[in-house]
């Protein structure tokens, strides 16, 4: 497919998935909107519209929480989607937004990139775009802000540089190996019926995660709903663990938030948001295993750190650790373990080592390759200066998405669309691709 029509394609797909205030993070699977997805997609929508980019944005922040939370999901019109507003029970707590339904859990704080990104074309664009997402940022600072705030002390109450997650939902990984042995802890009692949605959106179930997975996510759910989602209260549910890929994405966005704070002249917030960055940079890296050179998460109620072959090992890559780290860990990550196995279609992180025993190749974060994490460590390479390997990662990316499916993610070994179609997150950054070229 010629570019042009790939831009054309992704530009569709966002224009189609557009509810007027917010973009649905997919037609039929994911009808609402999902916050780290919001973010990626106004990264895309920057590239066609600057005020609509803003508008995603901003729609995502009316459902920002009293704590500065904000939540996974911010529910639009649809229905048809479980776990919805009824089974959140968000409304119970004294912290959530009056008037807007949303979830009660979180998802990683991409959303300092995204605004970065926005500003950087609007600028570019100049004029009444500039204007605008310079007004944009100088007057919604302070919510990202206190989101990053709220992070660093209610995810992090042992100041170890680590954000802890109370449900696997909020790593946006919801089935990944990272997390099989905490939830094996998970024993869900008696609780209140429901009927699943999601499988009946794929074209095979076994893609999707397993029914006991999905009583154990949504006994959670209920779990967290029962303490009406209160900080101290939800760390004594039955999931409780340091994530360390959700981390590193902290350390570098509190980095990027503190370089937008230079441009509105904040100075004691870019001061605070820096030492943020260096507390959780420094907490990503003193998880890495000397043997297996891949950061690792902890059960936070066992005290065992989680290792495995996943994605989320590659967690200093993104944040930026000492050069020694870094180019260890890029050797890992385009070696024959990873991105160099010699089946892979294309040679791209699939979520999981094709060489570990929980690798499967169609199942959701257990082996797929999802496009937005490719991007995501396209875009951390091109930070750090490692043009080459974010070159490769890009064209690499753009081969895979030559079918103009938009897919959710997708089988590594022959390159088949896996989950839902016209993915929002996935047309975006293949806009974001497309414009550096």
Do not use: K
């Amino acid at each position: 497919m010629h570019h042009s029509e790939l831009a054309a394609g992704a530009a569709a797909v966002l224009r189609g998935n557009d509810r007027g205030r917010m973009t649905a993070a997919a037609p039929r699977l994911y009808p609402h909107q999902w916050s780290w997805d919001a973010a990626f997609i106004a990264i895309g929508l920057a590239h066609l519209c600057v005020p609509r980019a803003i508008t995603e944005l901003t729609s995502l922040l009316a459902g920002q929480w009293s704590t500065g939370m904000i939540p996974h999901i911010v529910f639009g019109d649809a229905s048809g989607y479980f776990p919805g507003p009824q089974r959140w029970r968000s409304q119970e707590s004294p912290y959530a937004p009056r008037g807007v339904a949303t979830s009660g859990i979180c998802q990683p704080p991409v959303h300092s990139l995204a605004l970065a990104h926005l500003v950087a074309v609007a600028r570019r664009n100049g004029q009444a775009d500039r204007r605008t997402a310079e007004d944009f940022l100088a007057a919604s600072f302070d919510s990202w802000l206190a989101w990053h705030r709220w992070l660093a002390t209610a995810r992090d109450p042992g100041r170890a540089g680590l954000l802890e997650i109370n449900h696997g939902w909020e790593s946006g990984m919801d089935n990944s190996p990272r997390w099989d042995a905490p939830y094996a802890r998970v024993h869900p009692g008696a609780m209140e019926p429901f009927e699943r949605r999601d499988t009946a959106h794929v074209r095979d179930p076994s893609e999707r995660p397993s029914d006991l997975d999905y009583r154990r996510y949504v006994w959670l759910v209920d779990q967290l709903a029962g303490v009406r989602y209160a900080d101290d209260a939800a760390r004594g549910c039955d999931f409780r663990v340091a994530d360390v890929f959700m981390s590193a994405v902290f350390a570098v966005s509190s980095e990027v938030l503190a370089e937008l704070a230079d441009d509105l002249g904040r100075d004691a917030a870019g001061t605070e948001l820096r030492q943020l960055a260096d507390r959780f940079r420094a907490g990503v890296s003193g998880t890495v295993d000397d043997g297996s050179g891949l950061a690792r998460d902890r059960d936070v109620r066992t005290g065992e750190w989680l290792a495995g072959e996943t994605v989320g090992g590659f967690a200093p890559l993104l944040c930026g650790a000492d050069d020694a780290l870094v180019e260890r860990q890029r050797a890992l990550l385009i070696g024959p373990r990873w991105c160099g196995y010699p089946r892979l279609r294309h040679a791209l992180p699939p979520t999981t080592s094709p060489l570990a025993p929980e690798f499967h190749r169609r199942a959701y974060w257990r082996g797929p390759q999802w496009p937005v994490l490719t991007w995501l460590f396209c875009w951390a390479a091109s930070r750090r200066g490692d043009d080459e390997l974010a070159g490769r990662f890009r064209e690499e990316a753009l081969h895979q998405l030559d079918d103009g499916s938009f897919a959710e993610y997708y089988e590594p070994f022959t390159g088949e669309p896996l989950g839902s179609r016209a993915q929002s997150w996935t047309a975006a950054v293949t806009l974001a691709w497309l414009a550096e070229r």
